[in-house]
């Protein structure tokens, strides 16, 4: 599973319809979907089956999810007209995954309104 993730090219989509937040990760593989409100923590389940404490906050333009388990996970989504960097942290351990934006799916779009996943094609 871990070396299929790492061979694919998501598209991560950040989506609000009021005070509810989605983001999905799209790969052509399979699709995730976590769906929260900001500053509310809910429990979850992981892919692997682990039960956790998942709370989001926002800062400008700096989405950042705690994530409690069996070990303490910070994930950092840092968005940009240009870009989104996922920063996740685990003990000593980062990862750090860019994204390149795609036009019309600025910022302040997701800010605003929900907006619909755009076609995803191979490269």
Not at 50 to 58: E, I, N, Q, S
Not at 68 to 84: I, Q
């Amino acid at each position: 599973m871990r070396m299929v993730a790492n061979n694919v090219r998501p598209a991560m989509i950040l989506t609000r319809a009021g005070h509810w937040f989605t983001i999905t990760s799209l790969t052509g593989v399979f699709t995730t979907t976590t769906r929260f409100r900001l500053n509310d923590e809910r429990y979850a389940s992981t892919h692997d089956g682990r039960r956790v404490a998942r709370v989001f906050t926002l800062e400008g333009s700096t989405l950042t999810c705690v994530e409690r388990g069996h070990k303490l996970v910070t994930t950092v989504f840092h968005f940009t007209a240009e870009e989104l960097k996922m920063t996740i942290m685990v003990d000593d351990v980062v990862c750090t995954r860019i994204f390149e934006a795609i036009r019309g799916m600025e910022l302040e779009g997701f800010m605003s309104a929900p907006h619909q996943a755009p076609h995803i094609g191979k490269k």
